[in-house]
């Protein structure tokens, strides 16, 4: 039945139906958790063959002893790696530690205290600001804010952010200095930037403030669950539109290797890696290349990463089918969500009916299923419509996702039918 179908006697009697039923729910003591898109045990078993893979010889095949200090950029073959995940040159790439999170908040630091290439700091900006696409990640706005940097939302349509919005904003107002991308299975919708957005992003730096930057993150570059999906490269556009500066791309292998302890990557100019690099040499002597050369050699004697990510793809597939299964079969058609059908990622962003999304959090907390914050995939935790929800179905075992699933869809039915009955006792009262 379609919830706006409903009489307000059906709708009451829903809702005594499927209270009594989360009221059994809550008896379960459950203690489940989808919050946030960390691999599985399994999927961190496959790379185990990380461990000893040195067996004591510590030298790059440049001859570089990976014990001592040094390299800022990282390995060559590091980097190599890098530029393989993000399709661009060995030579445009830094190689870091384990999070590419900590290489965009250095990247945004610099921006903010000391400017990009030359160009004036945007702390000296009168509101310096930042565009971010939503449904996004948390985590990027969570920078944002801690350096007092002011966040405007974008519309997030399935080619990529709403470029008519972005480009209006860009020309007309020179505080904005940045704008937060997921350009491949972006976090938490799964949607893919088509080429004319990617092309539209990239003639951005013809009419932004000359210190603006693109933050590219592609955490999800290689992250297919089917058939491979072929970004368009933002760098040949900027290429093509004498743009290069404009465009700081970032990838890691964290969820590829081992989340805690990956090689995370930028990718940039010259003039903006030289910027990066002279701010970060006060604060390192050189990252852990020794872990870069266990990765470097993990990908040689070991695996392929196309045939590696072949089988995170067969450990994650069955869980995103588990989910999506779950949401077709007790809420399609019923008026009560939408959600999208991701290609790939880590993510399943599901959209309540407006105003229900912190009550569906609240009722799944309560018997036993933690999910991410209702708003956190809006900048300061705001969504306007309280409705989006990120599910990550990627770290529990398949049994446990699917308990999960069946009290979250319990939770959207309940929540929304309250909702609506609320609303047909409002208006004949």
Not at 64 to 76: E, P, Q
Request: charge should be negative; hydrophobic fraction near 40%; proline fraction near 5%.
């Amino acid at each position: 039945m379609h919830i706006e179908s409903a009489t307000s006697s059906q709708l009451a009697e829903w809702e005594k139906e499927l209270s009594a039923h989360y009221e059994r729910i809550c008896q379960h003591e459950l203690s489940l958790d989808i919050t946030r898109g960390k691999p599985s045990a399994e999927q961190l078993h496959l790379s185990d063959k990380l461990d000893g893979i040195l067996a004591t010889d510590y030298r790059a095949a440049d001859g570089t002893d990976t014990r001592n200090y040094g390299g800022m950029t990282g390995l060559t073959c590091a980097r190599a790696l890098g530029a393989d995940l993000l399709q661009v040159p060995t030579e445009e790439v830094m190689a870091g530690g384990n999070s590419s999170l900590t290489l965009m908040y250095h990247a945004v630091l610099t921006g903010y205290l000391f400017g990009f290439a030359g160009n004036v700091p945007w702390r000296a900006l009168e509101s310096p600001k930042f565009l971010c696409p939503v449904p996004g990640y948390d985590r990027h706005f969570t920078i944002c804010e801690q350096l007092g940097i002011r966040m405007l939302a974008i519309p997030l349509g399935k080619g990529g952010p709403d470029m008519e919005c972005v480009e209006k904003h860009v020309s007309e107002d020179g505080d904005i200095i940045g704008i937060w991308c997921v350009p491949k299975y972006a976090n938490p919708t799964g949607i893919t930037y088509n080429r004319e957005t990617v092309e539209r992003l990239a003639q951005l730096g013809q009419i932004a403030n000359p210190g603006f930057r693109i933050f590219w993150d592609n955490a999800y570059a290689v992250h297919d669950l089917g058939p491979f999906i072929n970004l368009a490269s933002i760098r040949a556009a900027t290429l093509e539109n004498d743009t290069v500066d404009s465009v700081l791309q970032f990838a890691s292998t964290s969820k590829v290797t081992h989340a805690g302890s990956g090689i995370a990557f930028v990718s940039a100019s010259s003039a903006n890696l030289d910027s990066l690099k002279l701010q970060m040499q006060a604060m390192t002597i050189g990252p852990d290349k020794v872990n870069q050369l266990r990765h470097s050699r993990f990908f040689t004697e070991c695996t392929t990463l196309e045939e590696h990510m072949h089988k995170h793809a067969s450990i994650l597939r069955p869980k995103f089918e588990c989910v999506l299964e779950h949401l077709q079969n007790a809420l399609g058609d019923s008026g009560m969500g939408q959600w999208e059908k991701p290609r790939g990622g880590y993510f399943v962003s599901f959209n309540t009916r407006p105003g229900c999304a912190k009550a569906v959090v609240k009722l799944a907390a309560d018997a036993g299923v933690k999910l991410t914050p209702a708003g956190a995939t809006f900048p300061y935790g705001n969504d306007p419509e309280d409705s989006n929800i990120r599910i990550a179905p990627s770290f529990p075992p398949l049994e446990e996702l699917d308990t999960a699933m069946s009290v979250f869809v319990l939770c959207v039915q309940l929540a929304s039918v309250r909702q609506r009955l609320a609303q047909c006792r409002n208006a004949s009262g």
